[in-house]
Nanobody
Framework: QVLLAESGGGSVQAGGSLRLSCTASGYPDSRYCMGWFRQAPGKEREGVAAIDSDGTTDYADSVKGRFTISQDNAKNTLHLQMNSLKPEDTAMYYC???????????????????WGQGTQVTVSS
């Protein structure tokens, strides 16, 4: 059973930084894609950043240059370093994964079969 557990959310002032982590367990030995998504109240879920097992990454335009996705394979952990945070970054952030993938890093939520419970990020102005 694949389990994803996020951590690292919190409250920060605009311009500040946070680092989210997602620890994975029970996953198969295969090609994979992992991503970070977010959903603000009253808005649709959107892809923020993604990475595949080759290390190829993709980012939403709104976070390019500010967010960095990375993986620590030894610790089975995915990270999202978020710098220069803005109030519009406020949302629940979710880690997602899919295995035996044939596509590269995807920002489409329908490509993912496994999801964490989410961690709240709040940015105040």
């Amino acid at each position: 059973q694949v389990l994803l557990a996020e951590s690292g959310g919190g409250s920060v002032q605009a311009g500040g930084s946070l680092r989210l982590s997602c620890t994975a367990s029970g996953y198969p030995d295969s090609r994979y894609c992992m991503g970070w998504f977010r959903q603000a109240p009253g808005k649709e879920r959107e892809g923020v950043a993604a990475i595949d097992s080759d290390g190829t990454t993709d980012y939403a335009d709104s976070v390019k240059g500010r967010f960095t996705i990375s993986q620590d394979n030894a610790k089975n952990t995915l990270h999202l370093q978020m710098n220069s945070l803005k109030p519009e970054d406020t949302a629940m952030y979710y880690c997602a994964a899919d295995f035996f993938t044939v596509f590269g890093p995807s920002l489409n939520d329908y490509e993912y079969n496994y999801w964490g419970q989410g961690t709240q990020v709040t940015v105040s102005s």
